[in-house]
């Protein structure tokens, strides 16, 4: 996909590190489309019109972030193709709208080219234009990438829009529940299933690049960590261990994998290096030490271990030496990740009979709870650090009816807790990086 | 005789263990009336769910929340099991250890582990070699009991003696 910037500068902004209790009013244009170009997509990807479609998505993305509020299009005064043009600020100004997105949509020489326009309509000035050619297929891809810009242009931060989720989509009742691998696109499009439900799978994690994916999966009834292909559906088991291997996520330069592996009835921390094949050994306690995950540096591991009688959180330097305790709240901790940017590690916390998402600094200082309830854990970061998914069970009546399992997301300032939609139950969430740049 | 002193001996060891664990932790038991008689301790006493793999010998064994430690029920029935197993020297078995829906999946899959191996080794302990047992944990993933009750729970927090050929 090209990108070519044409001009920019900085004029409104949005506070991404507080609650935002009063989003961004803005508007986004359907983006206009020439008639022909139109019947030629139409014939492509039996979509009718590709230019109010790609707005939609725009408007979604902004929408779930929380920090903007897309006005009905109802109130839009000025056609898509002279708003694009030059936006009559007045008309926009009318409707409350402080920033405007507006764009064209065309066909050329087979490909989808689109070009958007970001406009500060109080001061009546453009503040981004860019544009893109690809091939039409992209066109979901096309709506995410222009949601990415705009969410950077205007908090300062990269956006998320443009990534992939990896789950497990569950069927079936809680006693004989029926998993497979899925994927979709961040806001629920274009789901797949990887895998067909024959054997039971859990935990899936993205590689750095998103395109390769580590699991537990019980083939043969010999739960194992594999790894898996995307693109190709290619799968292999890791290493050649004598016993349950789960919990893996990858290293960040996705040259390891990071698991656990369980024996006589304790479990330790191995690394397994994906080109040389060799396996190390991380810890060595009697007690269960599991959930590894790694700094975005590759130099520490935080890990959850009941070597004080309970799980806690603990961190490491990543050959095993150094390991401290960092969670000393009430209750018990579990299930740690590293923020990409670095500075805070989520987690689950049970107290009291309730499940915690919350987020503490890497020394365990700065605790903070950011959802509670019944059963929920499992946290996965937005790339970039600003917003976490997580899975969700529900509490069954005393017949034992009415489970479910979804996926919910919660900015790391506590506020927009928004249900994930899924086309079945959903768990153990992993979010992709970045895919364009 | 000596599996007399390695039973005592083991008896023992459990007991010690037992002490520790109780003085470590508090544990919020289930105190519903309408359970009691099913669970002891918050250990699941009852019979649901529970099948035989001979006459007289149950195929499982309970455990109380977080915990790998037997008690003298499931030491009982693991005897059963261990004298049924030497009857039988040409039936091996699998041991698959579940854990309770209150807890981190990951956590989960290690404590059912580590719950099945309690049994193993007490298996171990009255002769039957680990050739004729492998270990299997699922975690919290097949619950017997989709209920969200501590009674519910304790039925879910096992070890069940399969056979496996």
Not at chain 1, 2 to 15: K, M, N, S, W
Not at chain 2, 21 to 39: N, P
Request: glycine share 6%; net charge neutral.
């Amino acid at each position: 996909m090209i990108l070519i910037p044409i001009r920019a500068f900085a004029l409104i902004e949005v506070d991404i590190t507080r609650g935002n209790l009063s989003p961004l009013p803005l508007a986004v244009s359907p983006l206009s489309i020439d008639d022909k170009s139109r019947k030629s997509f139409e014939k492509i990807l039996s979509e009718e019109n590709i230019g109010s479609e790609i707005s939609v998505i725009v408007e979604n993305n902004l929408r779930t972030s929380g920090l903007f509020n897309p006005l009905s299009k109802e109130a839009f005064l000025q056609a898509p193709d002279i708003a694009n043009l030059k936006p009559r600020f007045e008309d926009w100004n009318l409707i409350k709208a402080q920033a405007l997105i507006t764009g064209k949509v065309t066909y050329v020489d087979e490909k989808l080219r689109v070009e958007f326009r970001l406009w500060d309509v109080l001061s009546a000035k453009e503040m981004m234009a860019l544009a893109f050619t690809t091939v039409p297929n992209n066109w979901r891809r096309v709506g995410h990438i222009i949601s990415d810009k705009v969410y950077e242009r205007l908090t300062g931060e990269k956006g998320y829009f443009d990534t992939r989720i990896i789950y497990v989509a569950e069927e079936g009742p809680k006693t004989q529940r029926i998993k497979k691998l899925a994927i979709m696109d961040q806001d629920g499009a274009n789901n797949k299933f990887l895998t067909l439900g024959n054997e039971l799978v859990l935990t899936p994690r993205f590689n750095p690049a998103s395109q390769m994916v580590t699991y537990l999966s019980y083939f043969k009834n010999l739960p194992r960590v594999y790894l898996l292909d995307i693109e190709t559906g290619t799968q292999e088991v890791v290493g050649d261990f004598p016993g349950m291997t789960f919990a893996p996520r990858f290293s960040p330069d996705g040259k390891k994998i990071i698991m656990s592996f369980a024996k006589d009835g304790k479990s330790d921390i191995y690394t397994m290096d994906l080109e040389n094949r060799i396996v190390e050994r991380i810890t060595n306690h009697p007690s269960i030490d599991t959930s590894p995950s790694y700094s975005p540096n590759g130099k520490f591991i935080a890990f959850n271990s009941d070597r004080s009688g309970y799980q806690q959180i603990y961190i490491m330097k990543s050959d095993g030496t150094n390991v401290k305790r960092i969670s000393f709240g009430n209750g018990i901790y579990g299930t740690p990740v590293w923020s990409p940017r670095g500075d805070l590690i989520a987690f689950t916390k049970l107290h009291k009979g309730n499940f915690y998402i919350g987020v503490m600094r890497t020394d365990g200082s700065g605790e903070r709870l950011l959802t509670e309830n019944y059963y929920q854990e499992a946290p996965s970061w937005s790339p970039n650090g600003r917003v976490l998914i997580f899975y969700r069970e529900t509490k069954t009546n005393a017949k034992g009816e009415g489970f479910s399992a979804k996926l919910w997301s919660i900015d790391l300032t506590g506020y927009n807790e928004r249900l994930v939609t899924t086309p079945t139950d959903a768990s153990d969430p992993s979010w992709s990086s970045l895919l364009s740049n | 005789m000596i599996l007399n002193k390695i039973f005592k001996n083991t008896l023992l060891v459990l007991a010690a263990c037992l002490v520790l664990s109780a003085c470590a932790t508090k544990k919020e038991v289930a105190t519903d009336a309408t359970i009691s008689g099913q669970m002891q301790s918050d250990v699941y006493t009852g019979t649901d769910s529970v099948e035989y793999l001979a006459d007289g010998v149950k195929d499982r064994v309970f455990f109380a929340t977080n915990e790998s430690i037997l008690t003298t029920a499931s030491r009982e029935t693991l005897r059963a099991q261990a004298a049924w197993l030497r009857k039988n020297s040409n039936i091996n078995v699998v041991l698959e250890g579940h854990a309770d829906e209150r807890g981190t999946r990951e956590y989960n899959l290690a404590l059912g582990e580590r719950r099945a191996n309690s049994a193993k080794d007490y298996l171990m302990t009255y002769g039957i070699s680990s050739d004729r047992i492998s270990v299997l944990s699922y975690g919290k993933e097949r619950p017997v009991d989709a209920g969200s009750s501590p009674l519910a729970w304790s039925k879910n927090r096992r070890s069940v003696t399969v056979k496996a050929n």
